[in-house]
């Protein structure tokens, strides 16, 4: 899971960082369209396997962006154009990402052991 959420930021980043042909911009577009549902599923409790797929297109995607060897006259341009709307999709994500870790952690208190008699508590 932490895998497709790291995997998942560092894509938006290099794909806010490319394009200018339309291909490119198609694929920008598709990257943050992958970025917003994978967002969805997680906010969701997708399963894992669906998560797993989901960041795996996201990569593939990535992948085709970078093969296109772009200029960085390009690459601003692209940033320009799409700098918001990727970066929003990449905060939905690593904000899915945080809730489900928190849940995780809440569970995991709610199972400890209470602390023994005549042990100092927290404040």
Do not use: F
């Amino acid at each position: 899971m932490y895998k497709v959420l790291c995997g998942s930021i560092l894509a938006v980043v290099l794909t806010s960082l490319c394009g200018c042909s339309p291909s490119a911009d198609t694929l920008v577009q598709r990257r943050i369209d992958q970025l917003n549902e994978l967002a969805d599923a997680m906010e969701s409790g997708a399963e894992k396997a669906k998560l797993e797929e989901l960041g795996e297109r996201v990569q593939e995607t990535t992948k085709a962006v970078e093969a296109l060897e772009l200029s960085d006259a390009e690459k601003k341009r692209l940033a320009k154009k799409y700098g918001t709307q990727a970066a929003k999709a990449a905060a939905r994500v690593a904000k899915a990402g945080m809730s489900e870790l928190q849940d995780k952690m809440k569970g995991m208190i709610s199972k400890m052991p209470a602390m023994p008699k005549g042990m100092p508590s927290l404040p």
